[in-house]
């Protein structure tokens, strides 16, 4: 059953793929310009065929037709506020796959067809991860609307890849006894996200919290489960195998791992460490990725982040400080131009802090700090007052509709409004370029620009709340590497999920396990605990006699 579900949702995942490809397709050729460039009407059609892309614009508007390796000769002319001369408005390594790609391509239909399959493999990438992190809820991901639509218009879904798959090394997923290793391949994988995208970044900050300060108190006399479940779902085969307090993440340790993570003050202080290493292990790789072009061309490189700092918002940019300040919000309003800016960025990060400290307020009660919860809610923050959103940015959102369970309505709403402003904003480009009424009194696709546009914004508002009080998506049972217990041939528990031999166990003192095959001793425990609850052993779990008349005799 679990491999036949999976099939289905990398049907569903490249069925949306395909889609989104061919509606792409439908923009490109038939004919093209000296420079490759798609005709007749290219801006009709991507605007009324709802077919636009970034892919196809770039190939003229950043020349990719020259085959100009990335950033090293670029510049930026800040009278224009535009770059030229290589320079790319991405991060280094997302340039750098634009360059690959170019180099067979002779025109933007080739672009975008050597860029298809790189694209959809990263999709198809996430929608595994997110089967085995969530089952059935990675359908959310796989039929979700985004994928046809936004899926070719960028190159986010590289980033969306390298944050789930940071996700399911915290998980667990690869099975390692080594979480120290885990936890710095979730870093890595940030670091390489951020140099695809910058959003992935963010995500080191409630990482590192729940590394450091993410301990839950004694509530109990022995630990049944593993607890990060708990607080963020994701829980491996090893989670809290290096513990003896429910709900505190198994953690690496510089000294032998149990003895320094039970310790009182030591523990405090490797778990610091720790969290202090994945940030400097998220930045390093992020600075790593960056040093080469620094190096060789340090002005071309900076024009980039010149571009984007000095960026006005403007129609391009789809953001509620561009859309609450029409009529007065041109690009050419410096003054207005300069106070949005500074709103935005204000806005932005006390979105993101207070995230933070919700995140903090949640782990006083459920004892550890629900980073993920956190993850999400910062961005959706990020979405809802940074001073760019751009339509593909649902991407970035859509593994968290998968990982955390907040309510359907919730989902359905979001990927309906979204729906609404994507379709509605090209429909309205399109009134625009023909010179027809394109009012909201005027036109159809006017009111569902401002139906998705408000509408979204709202429920960003309303999922950063939602978010911080989610519960994580529970893993699959054939995929938690949670206990499948039986009774051995002496007494003893058999776990048939956990390694997959179905050797006994012989239960030794309460709440401890004598390990005879290779699962950790917690898995063990865990076993040993359900048959004893389903025995009616277990005085913690036993029925308690009723209080109240005796019966009568008979």
Known sequence: MPAALLVLTLLFTGLTLTL???????????????????????????????????????????????????YLHGSYDPVTRQISGGTLEYPVLTG????????????????????????????????????????IRAWWYALGPPLVLYAYLNWDLLAVAAVVGAFALLSGLDRSRHPGLRLLGCAVLLGVGGALKFYPLMFAAPIALWVGAGLAPERSARTRVPAPAAADGLDGPDAGAASSTPGRPALPATAPARR????????????WTWAVGVLLTTATVFALANLPFMIAGFDGWWASFRFQW???????????????????????NLALQGKLGTLSTVSTAVGMVLALLGGAWRARRVGAYPWLQVGAAMLAAYLLLNKVHSPQYVLWLLPFFVLLR??????????????????????WQYLLYQGKPSGVYDSLAAQAL???????????????????????????????????????PAGGAVDSSADGTGRARTPG??????????????????????????????????PQPVSGPAAPST
């Open 96 to 135: 750098v796959v634009i360059w690959l790609t170019s180099l067979p391509s002779h025109d933007d239909a080739e672009f975008l067809a050597w860029n298809a399959p790189v694209l959809a493999l990263c999709g198809l990438l996430v929608a595994v991860l997110l089967h085995r992190l969530a089952g």
């Open 20 to 70: 989104g490809y061919v509606n792409k397709q439908r923009c490109v050729g038939p004919e093209f310009t000296a420079v490759g460039q798609s005709e007749p009407d290219l801006t009709l059609r991507i605007t009324r065929d709802v077919c636009y892309t970034d892919l196809q614009y770039l190939w003229t508007g950043r020349e990719l037709y020259l085959h100009r390796f990335p």
């Open 310 to 332: 000095s960026r006005p918002i403007d129609v391009t940019t789809n953001s509620i400080w561009f859309w609450g300040a029409r009529p007065d919000g041109n690009a050419d």
């Open 260 to 271: 320094s993570v039970l310790d009182g003050s030591g523990e405090r202080q490797v778990r």
């Open 509 to 542: 003192p309460r709440g401890k396990g004598h390990q005879l095959g290779t699962t950790p001793d917690s898995a063990v425990t865990a076993c040993h605990d359900q048959l004893a609850d389903s025995a009616g052993t277990d005085p913690e779990r036993r």
């Open 406 to 427: 907040v309510r359907a309505g919730w989902i359905l709403a979001y990927l309906v409004a979204d729906v609404a402003m994507g379709v509605g904003f090209f429909r």
């Open 450 to 488: 401002m139906i998705g546009v408000w509408g979204r914004a709202a429920l960003l508002v309303g999922l950063f709340v939602a978010f911080l009080g989610a519960e994580a998506a529970p893993r699959p049972v054939w995929a938690s590497g949670r206990p499948t217990c039986r009774k051995g």
